[in-house]
């Protein structure tokens, strides 16, 4: 299967423990493209956030912020010699996790320095958004025994499952793929991870769904 000319900047996008850092790298190696990749375990004040957010969220947050915007801020739309970039983190929706965990003023301050640096970041081609019930996302980050993460309560997991569908249903920039992961393996089953990849050669519309039964 041909990949789609028009899809050369693709976005993995959905909460914690939903599998989007493994199907970004799965991707990626099915269609040679670059990968761009969020690197939580180089932000110094994680772990401290896990333990005492309200002390720590806004340090979390602007170091977050500031490495994607290095990270994103290369890629150029237009540039006909630029390959294929497949990346697990969408720049425009970072204040999304800003809003769940910082008071107001000190959510004034991050979106300030949000706002100034959103012209930098490029909007994708495609934004691929996966999603799975707090249950199963609870289950899916206990399984990976991520120290830090031991701090992720399903409540918090749910309100940020709640602030993505929010984001999602009003987001039109690009093209939009919602992908209902429970019932799917997308990175070790590869008849669905096919089936995947032929519906994302084959959108056609502007926002589409993938499932079982979708």
């Known amino acids: 299967m041909e990949w789609p000319e028009r899809f050369r900047y693709v976005v993995v996008e959905g909460p914690i423990g939903v599998g989007k850092t493994s199907l ?3 991707l990626a190696t099915e269609i040679d493209s670059e990968l761009l990749l969020e690197d939580p375990g180089s932000n ?3 772990p401290q956030f896990y333990e005492s957010p309200d002390r720590h969220a806004l340090a979390t947050q602007l170091f977050f912020l500031f490495q994607r ?3 994103v801020r290369t890629l150029r739309q237009g540039d006909f010699f630029r390959g294929v970039t497949t990346a697990d983190f ?3 929706k970072d204040p999304l996790f ?3 965990t910082l008071g107001d003023e000190e959510f004034a301050l991050y979106r300030k320095i949000h706002d100034h640096l959103a012209p930098q970041a490029p909007v994708p ?3 691929i958004y996966l999603q799975a019930s707090p249950r199963v996302l609870a289950e899916r980050v206990r399984k990976r025994g991520i120290g830090y993460e031991r701090g992720v309560s399903e409540n918090y997991l749910a309100r940020l499952s709640e602030a993505y569908s929010r ?3 009003e987001y039109t920039e690009s093209p939009l793929l919602v992908v209902n992961t429970e019932g799917l393996n997308l990175v070790d089953r590869p008849e669905d991870f096919r089936l995947l990849l032929r519906r994302i050669i084959e959108m056609r519309g502007t ?3 993938f499932g079982r039964g979708a």
């Open 90 to 92: 969408f720049f425009a």
């Open 207 to 209: 926002r589409e769904f």
């Open 125 to 127: 081609d495609l934004v």
């Open 69 to 71: 915007i290095d990270q």
């Open 167 to 169: 984001y999602f249903h």
């Open 44 to 46: 110094p004040f994680l």
């Open 98 to 100: 800003a809003q769940l």
């Open 24 to 26: 970004a790298r799965r």
